[in-house]
């Protein structure tokens, strides 16, 4: 009869230790979710930007090829101006 009682005290043990990892791991997932989602927008925003300065990029060689005077004096004011 005592080594039933220890087993079932064993057995409600082992359940509530499962309950709790259980608990602490939809805890975990939910915090994975949210770094994965943020993780997620900051690349969209940095894929954007890149898209942007690339354009940007392109416009300037494209205008160096067209028009180097203009060209010239939008370099000047990029790097002396814009500090």
Do not use: P
Not at 17 to 22: H, P, R
Not at 27 to 54: C, H, P, Q, R
């Amino acid at each position: 009869m005592t080594y039933l009682m220890l087993l079932m005290l064993f057995v409600i043990w082992l359940t509530l230790q499962y309950t709790k990892v259980d608990n602490e791991n939809k805890i975990l997932k939910m915090d994975l979710a949210k770094v994965t989602n943020e993780k997620d927008s900051i690349y969209s925003e940095w894929f954007n930007e890149s898209t942007i300065s690339g354009r940007y990029e392109l416009t300037f060689d494209y205008l160096k090829e067209i028009d180097k005077e203009s060209y010239d004096k939008c370099e000047r004011y990029l790097e002396h101006e814009t500090e």
